[in-house]
């Protein structure tokens, strides 16, 4: 994994135009988990619409199955390894424009908890969900 920071997590390379500070993260959980469903499903991606219920939660998809448009915003990739330090592929993390609009002055982490979250995300046969932390860009 590259881009790495304090408190177990993984950083990001930037994808929006003119920034060189990474605006989404993985923790330690979401990136055991990622190679995880890795394994399963093959390369894969995130997209949070924003909208209600499991909608604002971060969707985990295999790449390329969830079609992103102008109506969507890349704000990050990851370059993902396994367990032996192996290179499995890029993650990329998608959101919805009129949802980053509200989220633009945060850095997000995806991180994992116990619990059912949507059935159309590919984590919710395991009995765990993604969920976003947020906290203030400096």
């Given at each position: 994994?590259?881009?790495?920071?304090?408190?177990?997590?993984?950083?990001?390379?930037?994808r929006l135009d003119g920034e060189s500070r990474s605006r989404v993260?993985?923790?330690a959980a979401a990136v055991d988990l990622l190679r995880q469903l890795w394994d399963v499903h093959g390369p894969l991606m995130f997209h949070q619409s924003g909208g209600c219920c499991d909608g604002s939660s971060?969707?985990?998809f295999p790449a390329g199955d969830f079609k992103t448009g102008a109506a969507d915003v890349l704000l990050g990739t990851f370059d993902l390894t396994?367990?032996?330090?192996?290179a499995l592929g890029e993650l990329d993390f998608?959101?919805?424009?009129?949802q980053f609009?509200?989220?633009k002055h945060t850095h997000l982490t995806v991180d994992v908890v116990q619990g059912r979250g949507s059935g159309f995300s590919v984590e919710a046969p395991e009995g765990k969900r993604f969920l976003i932390r947020s906290e203030l860009l400096e």
């Open positions: 994994m590259t881009f790495e920071a304090g408190a177990g997590r993984v950083e990001s390379r930037p993260a993985l923790s971060p969707m985990c396994g367990r032996e330090g192996e998608w959101m919805s424009a009129e609009a509200y989220w």
